[in-house]
């Protein structure tokens, strides 16, 4: 196998496997899944968006974006209005109840994968960011298929967009 196909692999498959673990995590501890967590975390960053937003940023079609909208405001952490400005848009915003349980789900993340990361070295984990912030670069950039449109900022000392 050649070193690139293990790269591939290797950063797949953990990224995989973290997935489902913080999925499994956040369902026991604040009964939401990553999905919903995804949606609550970027409606935070960016409030007041459509439905199609969340979809295109989170690489998820619309019906799964509904069906955890719907969800989440049957569980009082979301609200969907009308868009003041056009009347024919729908925009979802946190409730109180959202914000909070957002802020503890990122906690709980935190808490979850702190003893993968405290096993790596201040070094290890700059050039790790450093490697992931390039790779999310060439991946997201305008006019790939998911590309996200946040910037994101580094503690790695450069925007990636």
């Known amino acids: 196998m050649e070193a690139i196909d293990t790269l591939s692999y290797l950063l797949q498959h953990t990224s995989a496997i973290m997935q489902r ?3 499994q995590v956040l369902q026991e501890r ?3 899944g990553m999905s919903q967590y995804k949606i609550l975390s970027t409606l935070q960053d960016r409030p007041n968006v459509q439905q199609r937003f969340l979809a295109d940023s989170l690489g998820q079609t619309e019906a799964s974006i509904s069906r955890q909208v719907k969800l989440l405001v049957e569980k009082g952490m979301l609200l969907v209005q ?3 400005k056009s009347r024919r848009e729908h925009v979802t915003v946190l409730t109180a ?3 909070k349980i957002t802020e503890a789900a990122r906690e709980v ?3 979850y994968h702190s ?3 405290g096993r790596l070295s201040d070094k290890e984990k700059h050039q790790l960011g ?3 912030n390039a790779m999310h670069q060439h991946y997201c950039q305008e006019g790939k298929p998911y590309a996200c449109d946040l910037p994101w900022f580094s503690q790695f000392g450069q925007e990636v967009v």
Do not use: E, Y
Request: hydrophobic fraction near 45%; charge should be neutral; avoid cysteine.
């Open 82 to 84: 009308t868009n003041p």
């Open 30 to 32: 604040l009964g939401v």
């Open 130 to 132: 450093t490697i992931l």
């Open 97 to 99: 109840k959202g914000i």
């Open 21 to 23: 673990q913080a999925d």
């Open 115 to 117: 003893p993968a990361f």
């Open 109 to 111: 993340l935190n808490s």
